[in-house]
């Protein structure tokens, strides 16, 4: 059985049959049942690892940029670069020792060093006869 229905004989809009309305029915039907299915397996997920999720959240907001360093640490960190201006590479012992002083741990006094060498240090022009007097004894 076919029935045509037609809105308005002086418009252009399309006739609709009975048989195409199911269809699009049909359609609807089947996308809020997928939607729903959708939901129900995210509330099932968010369910089982909920607290999984809000741990994972909590660790990488905890790994966020945190920013300046503490203004005594920046200056104890400026003290030892305006004593060692010349060669201003601390070795590892004087690493350890301004992590203490500083309560900076090793790769943020690495880090400042590399910023700050890059940033304001330029090496003399007779660096390579500095560094082999050094080794030679002169």
Not at 3 to 9: A, K, T, V
Not at 47 to 62: A, D, N, P, Q, V
Not at 72 to 86: G, M, P, S, V
């Amino acid at each position: 059985m076919l029935i045509i229905f037609s809105l308005s004989e002086s418009t252009d809009e399309a006739a609709l049959s009975s048989d195409e309305e199911c269809s699009g029915g049909e359609t609807e039907t089947q996308e809020l049942q997928a939607k729903e299915e959708d939901r129900d397996l995210k509330n099932q997920l968010l369910h089982r690892f909920g607290s999984h999720i809000s741990r994972l959240k909590l660790e990488f907001s905890k790994k966020k940029k945190k920013g300046k360093l503490p203004r005594d640490a920046r200056q104890a960190l400026l003290d030892w670069w305006n004593l060692h201006d010349k060669w201003p590479y601390p070795t590892e012992a004087d690493k350890i020792s301004l992590a203490e002083s500083t309560g900076l741990d090793q790769r943020q006094i690495n880090n400042w060093f590399i910023n700050q060498r890059k940033r304001h240090w330029k090496p003399p022009e007779n660096l390579p006869f500095a560094v082999m007097n050094v080794y030679s004894g002169q």
